[in-house]
């Protein structure tokens, strides 16, 4: 059993990475998550545990340090807020290009541009369907709590090592801030230089004499190269979506009306499914945990078992709406709902427009 | 007399020149006469000389020297465009017993990677910049570059490069100098400018550029840069003999070549 704490969502974040054995954190102060970086400086993980702390001049630099990091092997992460994770798409793109593994966390503040400072999960898009260049895919992993914040950070790295690729972990201002319990899990050592070199073979350590230099690149100049290397990255990607789609559900088992929410808003559209329950509407919430892959097969067995129709809620004006919409595909009735700007929706405003926009009267 | 053959002279005991081992099979693509693959050459020699090829790691540019990867038999991660010395720090944070250089052109370092360049510079990141100074943007064709001389031509500045209009209005800013700012930070420890376009030249740019990784794996801290200043023959649209003597006759007054820094101490000149 680990440690019982009360912390912030982005202090348990920070705290998971020492506790995971990672390498290094390279990163930029944004609100809202520059607890992230100050807590670890905080904690002296150097120390601790020999985890690089490195405050960069900008979150273009950061994100190019975590890209080579991660090619020589190690566990790096990086976190960031919108308009700083816009900045990231560039190493994102290398990153996926390269097929390097690393962890970064959005805690995602309102758009478009500077904003502000206020949750929003208008990210979605950035997220989930790219935002560097190419065809290329992130794993992202949405937290509804402290405690996923802790749990995501050694699922992600198990999951970036797993498939050589960038996972996210797409929170927001809500999740970040707010204080809750959380069970920290035990220190774990970080791998050696024996340990990498012989887990990740691929990995830039210096070339053993008589054996092939290692080359970590997203360049290839040769067309039926490149497509190869295309082809094989969505096959990846296929078998990433054929294992690795994570999701909650909730008094779905009977339900004919479905929330569809993640992270805060899935946190409030709970209490949504309570009020209507009370008020005898078979109503249930669905909670995607990845948001890429996205649990499609999951709306589509709901609509099978007899759902008749699904509300997106999201602090948005409406983005995961549309893979709702891809997943029904016109089978059953699907809408957006949510508030934007800073402005949080309540439970009741949730249920009244699931009454009004789906239900009908 | 018996006549003597080339194979006579072909004798492991006439050998005075060859390949350095640390560079692969793979013919250069840069074009005759240019300075890239002498700097690369360089590096190789002096990368084996010090032994320690199982040990280091390159980060290559995007510019000419992007595929730099392919002709150095160590391991290399190839970076974005300007972001090498960030790729260079991440691994040396990481890795910090590992041999860490970078490899830049002008266009790469002192304009879309500047804020990189002066960083890294002023953590004192103990690492070995590698800057090949040709003036110009040579891998897309020629355009300006912020170290482009007043008066150059380059495809954007077709009538040469003009800081300011006539009139005193902007234009194309002024020659950058590069080399001297970072030499002012304290995070340096050694900056010195070379250049390859003779002989002389090239002796004295190995046994910097043998410096500059010979510090790094003595010391903890502190870069080690060594700018290259070289030719783009091809986009100055000289033969490579008239550019390397245009380089000494206009470059080098602007660049001039000599150490500025040397263990953290500017040299007066
Ligand atoms: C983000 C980005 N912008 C622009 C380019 C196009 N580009 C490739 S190389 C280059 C200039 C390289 O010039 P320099 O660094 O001086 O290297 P050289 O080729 O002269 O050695 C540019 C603008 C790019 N690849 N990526
Ligand atoms: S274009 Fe210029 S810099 Fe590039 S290889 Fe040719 S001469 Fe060298
Ligand atoms: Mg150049």
């Known amino acids: 059993m680990g440690e019982l704490k009360l912390m912030k969502g982005n202090e348990a974040l920070a705290e998971a990475a020492i506790r995971c054995g990672a390498d290094a954190y390279f990163g930029y102060p944004i609100t809202p998550q520059s607890e992230v970086i100050e807590y670890l400086s905080e904690q002296n993980p150097y120390e601790r545990t020999g985890m690089v702390v490195l405050q960069a001049e900008s979150e273009l630099a950061a994100i190019n340090m975590v890209y080579a990091a991660g090619a020589a092997g190690k566990r790096v992460m990086t976190s960031s807020s919108s308009p700083g994770v816009c900045l990231k798409q560039e190493g994102l793109a290398y990153i996926a290009g390269a097929e390097v593994p690393c962890v970064f966390a959005d805690v995602v503040r309102g758009g478009p541009g500077l904003g502000t400072i206020q949750p929003s999960q208008a990210d979605y898009f950035q997220n989930t369907k790219g935002g560097g260049n190419g065809d290329y895919r992130n794993i992202v992993l949405a937290p509804a709590s402290v405690q996923e914040m802790a749990d995501f950070v050694p699922l992600g790295f198990e999951l970036a090592f797993k498939y050589r690729m960038a996972v996210c972990i797409l929170s927001d201002g809500a999740i970040g801030q707010m204080m809750e319990k959380v069970v920290l899990p035990e220190q774990k050592a970080r791998l050696t230089e024996e340990e990498i070199k012989a887990k990740y073979p691929w990995a830039l350590t210096g070339r053993k004499r008589g054996t092939q230099h290692r080359v970590i690149t997203s360049l290839d100049l040769d067309s039926a190269r490149m497509e190869e290397h295309n082809r094989h990255l969505q096959r990846k990607y296929d078998e990433v979506t054929k294992n690795e789609v994570r999701y909650e559900m909730i008094d779905c088992d009977d339900a004919e009306y479905v929330f569809v929410a993640y992270g805060s808003s899935a946190r409030i559209a709970q209490k949504s499914v309570q009020l209507g329950r009370a008020e005898g509407l078979k109503v249930g919430l669905l909670r995607p945990i990845t948001l890429w892959p996205y649990p499609t097969q999951a709306i589509r067995n709901l609509i099978d078992k007899g759902v008749k129709g699904f509300l997106s809620v999201e602090l948005s004006c409406g983005q995961m709406i549309e893979d709702v919409l891809l997943a029904c595909n016109g089978r059953a009735k699907a809408e957006h709902f949510g508030r934007v700007g800073g402005i949080i929706h309540t439970p009741e405003e949730v249920l009244e427009a699931m009454k009004k926009q789906i239900i009908g009267e | ?269």
């Open chain 2, 1 to 269: 007399m018996a006549e003597i053959t080339l194979q006579d002279i072909i004798q492991p005991e006439n050998l005075v020149y060859e390949k350095s081992k640390l560079l692969t099979e793979k013919p250069f693509h840069y074009c005759p006469g240019c300075g890239h693959g002498t700097v690369h050459r360089i590096i190789a020699e002096v990368l084996e000389e010090l032994g320690v090829d199982d040990r280091t790691i390159g980060v290559s540019p995007v510019g000419c020297a992007v595929m730099a990867y392919d002709y150095f038999d160590v391991d290399f991660v190839e970076a974005a465009h300007g972001r090498a010395p960030a790729c260079a720090t991440g691994i040396k944070r990481v890795w910090p017993d590992k041999v860490v250089f970078s490899y830049q052109g002008d266009g790469d370092l002192a304009a879309i990677g500047t804020c990189e360049t002066i960083h890294t510079c002023n953590r004192g990141e103990n690492i070995t910049m590698i800057f090949v100074n040709n003036g110009i943007y040579g891998m897309t064709g020629g355009q300006m570059a912020p170290t482009t001389l007043v008066g150059m031509k380059t495809a954007t500045t077709p009538y040469g490069r003009m800081p300011q209009w006539p009139d005193g209005t902007p234009n194309n800013g002024f020659p950058l100098q590069i080399t001297q700012l970072l030499a002012q930070l304290p995070g340096t420890r050694y900056v010195t400018r070379q250049a390859v376009f003779s002989a002389a030249a090239v002796r004295n740019c190995k046994k910097a550029i043998k410096k500059a990784f010979q510090n790094q794996i003595e010391n903890k801290n502190g870069v080690n840069f060594v700018e290259i200043v070289s030719n783009c023959n091809s986009n100055w649209k000289m033969s490579a003999v008239d550019a390397n003597k245009w380089l000494q006759d206009n470059m080098l007054p602007v660049y001039p070549l000599g150490d500025l820094k040397d263990n953290f101490e500017l040299i007066k000149k």
